[in-house]
T-cell receptor
Framework: AQKVTQAQTEISVVEKEDVTLDCVYETRDTTYYLFWYKQPPSGELVFLIRRNSFDEQNEISGRYSWNFQKSTSSFNFTITASQVVDSAVYFC????????????FGGGTRVLVKP | KAGVTQTPRYLIKTRGQQVTLSCSPI?????VSWYQQTPGQGLQFLFEYFSETQRNKGNFPGRFSGRQFSNSRSEMNVSTLELGDSALYLCASSLAAGGGVNTEAFFGQGTRLTVV
């Protein structure tokens, strides 16, 4: 069975601080996809990144970076030099071949960036 | 191009009533999935439709149903509403059926359903 755990429920930082969101996943499949989504107060889930299980390269996109480690089943997300606009709930999600497009989400981490 | 459109954005219904929510996917996307988001249970998968066929179903009672039309637009229906059905219902569209590289899902803003 698939499972995604985001142990941090809420993180509060001051603007310009770095913040790292943890994500640990469980799956029996060897082929799977990991995602991060951002949910601002407006409600829609905004896609941030997708990684497949065969690509362990870390990725950087602007102030966002992701660290994928299969050995520890983790896919962590770091926001560098946080800004107030980064305040949102962030979800990690997993999809494997057997699940099709079904996403299994973690519980989410609320990030509050204070000016 | 236009994103995923969900209507209505807000809805208030009474216990026992039924409700229909609509989702128009991104043009060219043929897969539509539905999710329920509540404070207690988080984001949970309801079902996925592709080419008018239900491909996958989550663990929800039969009161929750859906369908997809030939233009890929989808509706979900909840009958005999209960207070616990109050939630944000999110629709996601994907280019193709899952399992491959086209599993990137784009979400709408959701329909917030309140059952009183």
């Amino acid at each position: 069975a698939q499972k995604v755990t985001q142990a941090q429920t809420e993180i509060s930082v001051v603007e310009k601080e770095d913040v790292t969101l943890d994500c640990v996943y469980e799956t029996r499949d060897t082929t799977y996809y990991l995602f991060w989504y951002k949910q601002p107060p407006s409600g829609e889930l905004v896609f941030l990144i997708r990684r497949n299980s065969f690509d362990e390269q870390n990725e950087i996109s602007g102030r966002y970076s992701w660290n994928f480690q299969k050995s520890t089943s983790s896919f962590n997300f770091t926001i560098t030099a946080s800004q107030v606009v980064d305040s949102a709930v962030y979800f990690c999600a997993l999809s494997d071949l057997s699940a099709g497009n079904k996403l299994t989400f973690g519980g989410g981490t609320r990030v509050l960036v204070k000016p | 191009k236009a994103g995923v459109t969900q209507t209505p954005r807000y809805l208030i219904k009474t216990r026992g009533q039924q409700v229909t929510l609509s989702c128009s996917p991104i043009s060219g996307h043929r897969s539509v999935s539905w999710y329920q988001q509540t404070p207690g249970q988080g984001l949970q998968f309801l079902f996925e439709y592709f080419s008018e066929t239900q491909r996958n179903k989550g663990n929800f009672p039969g009161r929750f149903s859906g369908r997809q039309f030939s233009n890929s637009r989808s509706e979900m229906n909840v009958s005999t509403l209960e207070l616990g059905d109050s939630a944000l219902y999110l629709c996601a569209s994907s280019l193709a059926a899952g399992g491959g590289v086209n599993t990137e899902a784009f979400f709408g803003q959701g329909t917030r359903l309140t059952v009183v």
